[in-house]
C-alpha cells in the first residue's frame, strides 16, 4: 500500500498550491488527484484511525519509483493533526511555507470574501480585531492561523527536527531558483538525480485573488449539503472576476504586529536569526 513520503502542511495563503503546481512539473513526484484532502485534521475523516486505509487510497496509482505527497494548509494550525500524522507516519517530511502574518491574514480575508465565509459589510479592521468571535468557522478567523510558532510546536514536538523543512514565502516567490534546490533536496530519493536534471524553478501563479460578481449565490453554493466540494469550487468559480486590492492599513498592521511579536520572536529562535517571511 503506496503511502506519502511527504506532507506540505501550509501556511494557508502562503503559496502552497503554487508549490505543489511546480511539483508536479516533476513525473518523479504524485500527488492525489484531489488538490486537498484534510483528511488528518478532520474527525469524521480520521474516525480514531479508522479511516486511515481508506486514506491510504489515494496514493494507489503512485509509481513505486515517485516520491509521494499530498498538500492540505489545514494541517499546520490543527492542534490534532501532527500526533496522529506522527503515529501513522513516523518517518514522513514536513514541508510548510510560511508568509508574513500580516499580509497572510489579509489575503485570507480576501479569500474570505471570495467564498463567501465572510460577508462583504465586515471590513478587515473588523475581521481581524473580532477574530475570536469567528474561531472554528471555516475561513472566518483571518488571523489564528498566523501563530506560526505554536502551530508548528507540535510538529517539533512529535517529528525530528531533520523531518521538517520550512520555507520563506517571499524567497520562495522572488528567488525560487535558490530556494527550491534546497526543497529538492531534502525530498532527494536515490532514483532521481534533482542535480544533473534541467528543472524550470519558476514558480506558477495559482489562487489569484477574485472576487465574486453574485456573492449571495456563492453563500447559497458553500452552504449547501448536496454538493460536494469540487463541485462547489466549480460553480462559485463561475462567478469569480479579479480583485483589486487595497493594502492593509497602517493601524490595521500595527495592530497585528502587535499580536503576533511574541509568536514571532519565538519563531526566530527556533528557526534562526536568518529567517524572514
Known amino acids: 500500500m503506496n503511502k506519502p513520503n511527504f506532507l506540505i502542511i501550509g501556511a494557508q495563503k502562503s503559496g502552497t498550491s503554487s508549490l505543489r503546481k511546480f511539483m508536479e512539473r516533476n513525473p518523479n513526484h504524485f500527488f492525489t488527484p484531489r488538490q486537498e484532502l484534510h483528511f488528518w ?3 469524521r475523516e480520521y474516525r480514531d484511525g479508522e479511516g486511515v486505509a481508506e486514506y491510504y487510497e489515494n496514493f494507489k496509482e503512485a509509481a513505486h519509483n515517485q516520491i509521494v505527497g499530498e498538500k492540505s494548509p489545514s494541517y499546520l494550525p490543527s492542534s490534532s493533526a501532527a500526533e496522529r500524522i506522527a503515529h501513522h507516519l513516523p518517518q514522513v517530511k514536513i514541508v510548510a511555507v510560511l508568509r508574513d502574518p500580516v499580509d497572510r491574514a489579509h489575503s485570507a480575508y480576501l479569500h474570505g470574501l471570495r467564498v463567501g465565509a465572510i460577508p462583504q459589510s465586515r471590513t478587515f479592521s473588523q475581521a481581524i480585531r473580532n477574530y475570536q468571535d469567528f474561531q472554528g468557522v471555516p475561513y472566518g478567523d483571518v488571523v489564528s492561523q498566523g501563530f506560526y510558532f505554536e502551530n508548528l510546536e507540535r510538529y517539533f514536538k512529535f517529528f525530528q527536527a531533520k523531518q521538517i523543512h520550512v520555507m520563506s514565502f517571499s524567497q520562495l516567490t522572488q528567488t525560487p531558483n535558490l530556494i527550491l534546490p534546497k526543497l529538492m533536496n531534502f525530498l532527494i530519493t536515490p532514483e532521481f538525480d534533482y542535480e544533473s536534471a534541467k528543472i524550470d524553478y519558476s514558480m506558477p501563479r ?15 453554493v458553500r452552504a449547501s449539503k448536496k454538493l460536494s466540494t469540487e463541485q462547489k469550487n466549480y460553480l462559485s468559480g463561475l462567478t469569480f472576476k479579479k480583485l483589486e486590492q487595497s493594502p492593509v492599513l497602517p493601524e490595521d498592521r500595527r495592530f497585528l504586529d502587535e499580536i503576533y511579536s511574541e509568536s514571532n520572536a519565538n519563531l526566530q529562535k527556533r528557526l534562526g536569526p536568518n529567517f524572514i517571511f
Open 206 to 220: 495559482v489562487n489569484v485573488a477574485r472576487t465574486s460578481r453574485f456573492p449571495q449565490f456563492v453563500r447559497r
Open 41 to 43: 485534521n478532520r474527525d
